[in-house]
């Protein structure tokens, strides 16, 4: 194991954190939708679509910052839909989530098609702080804030209310429409930044499907970590590691088909699937409130 | 003179063109307990609703705090000092009393568990609740989420208080708290606050109300104002009451629950209790399990044993035990001979032990599933009612009919979902099907909780024929006039454990008292 060196364990590690900060934003923001009774299966498509558009407002206007704002934007613009069918409508929030996602993959590839396909530009290596991109450091404090906020605001307690009861949180005065409104706008606009972080600094360049299931990751991962963000954190770094391992392992030299590697992930889903299983998800997950319904 | 603090004109609400209120007017004046009889189904649940702001009305106006309302939000409900404790509380399971008590503020305030905690400590004694604010919302028993609901009803200071059968779920000892501090609540005339008091209890009402309305069919069907309470005899009262509440045409009078000797000696075979050279049809021999300490009861067929106790004491525990729902950590449980311990609930059932839950809206029912089918919901899969896992709906519409029609189900159609039935002819359609087949005991769990007078006695006389005809009962109720007026012994529970037994009879009444207060 001569590649066992200092520099291969720097660089093991700031590849597990590059590839965990967009699941560890995409999380949380499952999270929050999920803890509000909101199942958003359309995280992934919100994410593709932030990529895309995180990248092109990046290369357009040279600036990550204005890029990774549009990632956002656009996520939240995503959500919207799933606001207005699933919260105001009362559909379906899995075959919501499913369309929102076939619609992006298609959208984005189209997109990409006809503005960088011929051209494939990269982005230039972001400026670092400390050797780590600025957003890292804000991705932890918001995980940080966010298991504080689970915990210790009332606003914790009420999308907790709202995933599990919400009549008895519809009757102590609060809006439960607005409040998972909130829960899956603030869900977009993670999964976007997410999506913008994986496109503009993990990759420095857009390709068609990039997220590759990260946003059914995100989904896994919140299911895992129920009330605590900090489990995601945890979640996340632990999937950043299996997939950082594929570059790792070519480093060592060591010879495995990539193929198998980039399973990993994957297979990592299953197995903790299989052993701490989904657990208790909040009882009304995915079911419509409608005031005086029952 | 003020006016009142609480008015409603004319309100109406349909549920698919039934009506559950036709138009009801009352007003709930300050200082006064205004109490709301009716039979279950006349439309007092949708009109606690409707001040909760959970319902809005289709016509007609609710005048509070000297604002009209067409209709109240929840949060106007709150606003207007409108504090309503329901019937079946609404309630996170997964968050602590005192975390439920603190939803509804400022998003960004912080909780404070351990103030609320302290809070509802505080609020709770004036009652006499000894429930832990710290304990998870989804493990109180149904009389300590009455206790989290009164309490929360109170909690954000109020002017009107709403309580739908607020001691239902509750003991005697429990109620009779309840009431003395209602009864100080009601002395802060000068503060222009009203209480309005649903319950099926006439007595409760007579005690404590000075002002009774009777809802019937969703109308209002009498009132009796201060003058006429105070004038006419407790007898008389009760008379004109119950004509209210049942009209004319409720030929079986409500059962006089206070007689001392009832079943004792209707046709049922007493004395075939133990060494009555009869085998038993259940034995408990030293049973164990979580909330129990070494059960042992034996209950003859025909027999039924009621079993008395404080609320929380095991009742629960030992319902379950019974069914199979709760597994023996150690003892037997033996049906007609044969041990059934290591069994589960539905090869019990097979074997003719049936349980009727006191939940009946979740425990007992599936509120989702059409009547047709929760008549049938521990035989799922079981021909002639499936053949090859396929559903054969003319069986089952006829299987429903007859059970419509021999317990008198007031459903709008077979296949109408079972929560859209009032509560009587939800606990009637789960009667019918814990009768069904060839019932060999039957665990009656507080069977008329939350029932009429009228539903209750169509109830007990189902236990007493069921009774009659050899099945064995257990009959756990916090009512202790139901008791002496069905058991042939009655068993007082304590603590998980059985403190005594005593034969129903002269002087059975002071002993069970004896035995549960000593």
């Given at each position: 194991?001569?590649?066992?060196?200092?520099?291969?364990?720097?660089?093991?590690?700031?590849?597990?954190?590059?590839?965990?900060?967009?699941?560890?934003?995409?999380?949380?923001?499952?999270?929050?939708?999920?803890?509000?009774?909101?199942?958003?299966?359309?995280?992934?498509?919100?994410?593709l679509a932030g990529a895309y558009a995180g990248f092109a407002v990046a290369y357009g206007s040279g600036s990550l910052w204005l890029g990774l704002m549009a990632g956002a934007a656009v996520g939240v613009l995503l959500a919207l839909p799933m606001l207005l069918l699933c919260i105001r409508r009362a559909a379906d929030q899995i075959v919501t989530g499913i369309a929102l996602t076939l619609a992006a993959q298609g959208l984005t590839a189209l997109l990409h098609h006809v503005s960088f396909a011929t051209t494939y530009p990269r982005l230039p290596a972001p400026a670092t702080l400390y050797g780590r991109f600025p957003l890292d450091y804000m991705a932890l404090a918001l995980c940080a804030?966010?298991?504080?906020?689970?915990?210790?605001?009332?606003?914790?307690?009420?999308?907790?209310?709202?995933?599990?009861?919400?009549?008895?949180?519809?009757?102590?005065?609060?809006?439960?429409?607005?409040?998972?409104?909130?829960?899956?706008?603030?869900?977009?606009?993670?999964?976007?930044?997410?999506?913008?972080?994986?496109?503009?600094?993990?990759?420095?360049?857009?390709?068609?499907?990039m997220t590759n299931g990260a946003g059914f990751i995100c989904i896994v991962l919140a299911m895992l970590a129920r009330r605590r963000a900090l489990l995601v954190l945890a979640g996340a770094l632990l999937f950043g590691a299996s997939q950082s391992a594929a570059t790792a392992l070519q480093l060592l030299g060591v010879d495995v088909p990539s193929d198998v590697v980039q399973m990993l992930p994957f297979a990592m889903v299953m197995v903790l699937?299989?052993?701490?299983?989904?657990?208790?998800?909040?009882?009304?997950?995915?079911?419509?409130?409608?005031?005086?319904?029952? | 003179?003020?006016?009142?603090?609480?008015?409603?004109?004319?309100?109406?609400?349909?549920?698919?063109?039934?009506?559950?209120?036709?138009?009801?007017?009352?007003?709930?004046?300050?200082?006064?307990?205004?109490?709301?009889?009716?039979?279950?189904?006349?439309?007092?649940?949708?009109?606690?609703?409707?001040?909760?702001?959970?319902?809005?009305?289709?016509?007609?106006?609710?005048?509070?705090?000297?604002?009209?309302?067409?209709?109240?939000?929840?949060?106007?409900?709150?606003?207007?000092?409108?504090?309503?404790?329901?019937?079946?509380?609404?309630?996170?399971?997964?968050?602590?009393?005192?975390?439920?008590?603190?939803?509804?503020?400022?998003?960004?305030?912080?909780?404070?568990?351990?103030?609320?905690?302290?809070?509802?400590?505080?609020?709770?004694?004036?009652?006499?609740?000894?429930?832990?604010?710290?304990?998870?919302?989804?493990?109180?028993?149904?009389?300590?989420?009455?206790?989290?609901?009164?309490?929360?009803?109170?909690?954000?200071?109020?002017?009107?208080?709403?309580?739908?059968?607020?001691?239902?779920?509750?003991?005697?000892?429990?109620?009779?708290?309840?009431?003395?501090?209602?009864?100080?609540?009601?002395?802060?005339?000068?503060?222009?606050?009203?209480?309005?008091?649903?319950?099926?209890?006439?007595?409760?009402?007579?005690?404590?109300?000075?002002?009774?309305?009777?809802?019937?069919?969703?109308?209002?069907?009498?009132?009796?104002?201060?003058?006429?309470?105070?004038?006419?005899?407790?007898?008389?009262?009760?008379?004109?009451?119950?004509?209210?509440?049942?009209?004319?045409?409720?030929?079986?009078?409500?059962?006089?629950?206070?007689?001392?000797?009832?079943?004792?000696?209707?046709?049922?075979?007493?004395?075939?209790?133990?060494?009555?050279?009869?085998?038993?049809?259940?034995?408990?021999?030293?049973?164990?399990?979580?909330?129990?300490?070494?059960?042992?009861?034996?209950?003859?067929?025909?027999?039924?044993?009621?079993?008395?106790?404080?609320?929380?004491?095991?009742?629960?525990?030992?319902?379950?035990?019974?069914?199979?729902?709760?597994?023996?950590?150690?003892?037997?449980?033996?049906?007609?001979?044969?041990?059934?311990?290591?069994?589960?609930?539905?090869?019990?059932?097979?074997?003719?032990?049936?349980?009727?839950?006191?939940?009946?809206?979740?425990?007992?029912?599936?509120?989702?599933?059409?009547?047709?089918?929760?008549?049938?919901?521990?035989?799922?899969?079981?021909?002639?009612?499936?053949?090859?896992?396929?559903?054969?709906?003319?069986?089952?519409?006829?299987?429903?009919?007859?059970?419509?029609?021999?317990?008198?189900?007031?459903?709008?159609?077979?296949?109408?979902?079972?929560?859209?039935?009032?509560?009587?002819?939800?606990?009637?359609?789960?009667?019918?099907?814990?009768?069904?087949?060839?019932?060999?005991?039957?665990?009656?769990?507080?069977?008329?909780?939350?029932?009429?007078?009228?539903?209750?006695?169509?109830?007990?006389?189902?236990?007493?024929?069921?009774?009659?005809?050899?099945?064995?009962?257990?009959?756990?109720?916090?009512?202790?006039?139901?008791?002496?007026?069905?058991?042939?012994?009655?068993?007082?529970?304590?603590?998980?454990?059985?403190?005594?037994?005593?034969?129903?009879?002269?002087?059975?009444?002071?002993?069970?008292?004896?035995?549960?207060?000593?």
């Amino acid at each position: 194991m001569a590649g066992l060196t200092p520099g291969f364990a720097t660089q093991f590690a700031a590849g597990t954190l590059t590839a965990a900060v967009p699941l560890l934003l995409g999380g949380l923001g499952e999270q929050i939708s999920e803890r509000a009774g909101v199942l958003n299966v359309g995280i992934e498509g919100m994410m593709l679509a932030g990529a895309y558009a995180g990248f092109a407002v990046a290369y357009g206007s040279g600036s990550l910052w204005l890029g990774l704002m549009a990632g956002a934007a656009v996520g939240v613009l995503l959500a919207l839909p799933m606001l207005l069918l699933c919260i105001r409508r009362a559909a379906d929030q899995i075959v919501t989530g499913i369309a929102l996602t076939l619609a992006a993959q298609g959208l984005t590839a189209l997109l990409h098609h006809v503005s960088f396909a011929t051209t494939y530009p990269r982005l230039p290596a972001p400026a670092t702080l400390y050797g780590r991109f600025p957003l890292d450091y804000m991705a932890l404090a918001l995980c940080a804030g966010l298991a504080w906020l689970h915990r210790n605001t009332l606003l914790g307690l009420h999308l907790q209310a709202a995933g599990v009861q919400p009549a008895a949180l519809d009757q102590s005065g609060i809006n439960v429409a607005r409040l998972r409104g909130g829960a899956v706008l603030t869900t977009g606009a993670l999964a976007g930044l997410g999506g913008a972080y994986l496109s503009e600094i993990s990759a420095g360049v857009f390709v068609p499907f990039m997220t590759n299931g990260a946003g059914f990751i995100c989904i896994v991962l919140a299911m895992l970590a129920r009330r605590r963000a900090l489990l995601v954190l945890a979640g996340a770094l632990l999937f950043g590691a299996s997939q950082s391992a594929a570059t790792a392992l070519q480093l060592l030299g060591v010879d495995v088909p990539s193929d198998v590697v980039q399973m990993l992930p994957f297979a990592m889903v299953m197995v903790l699937l299989a052993g701490l299983g989904a657990g208790r998800l909040p009882a009304a997950l995915g079911q419509p409130y409608r005031r005086g319904g029952q | 003179m003020t006016g009142p603090v609480l008015e409603l004109r004319g309100v109406e609400k349909r549920f698919a063109g039934v009506v559950a209120c036709g138009g009801i007017s009352l007003a709930l004046h300050p200082g006064e307990i205004h109490a709301l009889l009716g039979e279950n189904g006349a439309g007092k649940s949708t009109l606690v609703s409707l001040l909760a702001g959970m319902q809005t009305p289709d016509a007609g106006e609710i005048e509070v705090g000297g604002k009209r309302f067409a209709g109240l939000t929840p949060a106007q409900a709150l606003a207007s000092g409108i504090g309503v404790a329901r019937q079946h509380p609404l309630l996170v399971p997964t968050q602590t009393v005192a975390e439920n008590l603190l939803l509804g503020g400022a998003g960004w305030r912080r909780p404070r568990r351990d103030r609320a905690g302290e809070d509802f400590r505080h609020t709770g004694d004036g009652f006499g609740f000894t429930l832990s604010p710290h304990a998870l919302a989804g493990s109180l028993t149904p009389a300590e989420q009455t206790q989290v609901e009164i309490v929360r009803a109170l909690w954000r200071g109020w002017r009107v208080l709403v309580l739908d059968e607020p001691t239902s779920a509750l003991s005697h000892d429990a109620s009779a708290r309840v009431l003395r501090r209602l009864r100080d609540l009601r002395d802060l005339r000068e503060s222009g606050r009203g209480i309005l008091l649903i319950t099926h209890r006439l007595d409760e009402a007579l005690d404590i109300a000075g002002r009774i309305t009777v809802l019937r069919r969703g109308v209002v069907s009498g009132t009796l104002g201060p003058e006429e309470l105070a004038g006419g005899g407790r007898a008389e009262l009760r008379q004109m009451i119950r004509s209210m509440m049942f009209g004319d045409t409720a030929a079986p009078s409500p059962t006089p629950l206070s007689q001392g000797e009832g079943a004792f000696c209707s046709p049922s075979p007493c004395g075939i209790g133990l060494g009555g050279g009869v085998a038993p049809t259940l034995e408990l021999a030293a049973l164990h399990a979580p909330g129990l300490h070494g059960i042992s009861l034996t209950i003859a067929p025909g027999e039924i044993l009621g079993i008395a106790g404080i609320d929380g004491n095991g009742q629960t525990a030992l319902a379950e035990a019974i069914a199979g729902l709760l597994p023996a950590t150690s003892g037997s449980v033996a049906l007609d001979g044969t041990p059934v311990t290591s069994l589960p609930a539905a090869a019990r059932h097979r074997q003719g032990i049936r349980y009727l839950s006191d939940d009946r809206m979740h425990e007992g029912s599936a509120g989702a599933l059409p009547l047709a089918l929760n008549l049938l919901l521990k035989r799922i899969g079981a021909p002639p009612f499936w053949r090859a896992g396929v559903q054969q709906d003319a069986a089952i519409t006829t299987h429903a009919q007859a059970a419509i029609d021999g317990f008198d189900i007031r459903a709008p159609h077979p296949w109408a979902p079972i929560a859209t039935l009032s509560g009587g002819n939800i606990q009637k359609a789960l009667l019918s099907r814990e009768l069904d087949g060839a019932p060999r005991l039957i665990v009656w769990h507080k069977p008329c909780v939350g029932l009429d007078a009228l539903a209750a006695a169509q109830v007990q006389a189902r236990i007493r024929s069921a009774a009659v005809q050899g099945v064995a009962s257990l009959l756990i109720s916090a009512d202790l006039d139901e008791l002496f007026a069905l058991a042939h012994r009655i068993a007082v529970l304590d603590r998980g454990q059985i403190a005594g037994v005593i034969d129903n009879g002269p002087g059975a009444r002071a002993a069970v008292a004896a035995l549960m207060t000593q």
